[in-house]
């Protein structure tokens, strides 16, 4: 397997990892929010990861531009959203490495949070926390049975604690249905 940025001419296969990974409607759906991510100005820079085998993109996530509204310092953060693996390579720890890869340039790229609403028995294996629990709230409520599906992860130690605030995304992201568990 090999991971990296994604090119232009991996469109096709990324909206069809996205496609089969979440079935049905949702799967168009999300391959229709990968696509329009993918050219939302307000969304760069935007980190778009793709793993391969034998030169098929098996798995694929997205990491946009965000902001902290009112917050105590300026402070560098991003999204992931979304994240899939085609059915047929999932539970091979692929997206742990698509995530883990994305943090590693996030951080060289200077980031220092990074948001996330996602399964919350999945991200914490990958360093998230529950966001809530720390000052910061979705774009979006979040219901409080699902309150522990938004979480973060701070990429410079020091950072949660010393901002807090609501978490403000790209156009595409911002709208209702992207924010319900």
Known sequence: MELR???EQDLEQILAVHAAAFGGRKGEEIAHLVNDLLVDSTALPLL????TVTNSIVGH??????K???PDQAV?????APLAIHPDFQCRGIGGKLIKYGLTKLLTAGVELVFVLGHPTYYPKHG???AGKHGFDAPY????EHADAWMVQELRSGVIGSVRGRVQCSD???QPQHWRE
């Open 68 to 70: 902290l509204t009112n």
């Open 141 to 144: 409520p979040i219901p409080d």
């Open 5 to 7: 940025i994604s090119h």
């Open 61 to 66: 996530v997205i990491f946009s531009k965000a």
């Open 48 to 51: 778009s990861i793709v793993a």
């Open 76 to 80: 560098s953060t991003v999204i992931l």
């Open 128 to 130: 998230f926390c529950v």
């Open 172 to 174: 595409v992201l911002n």
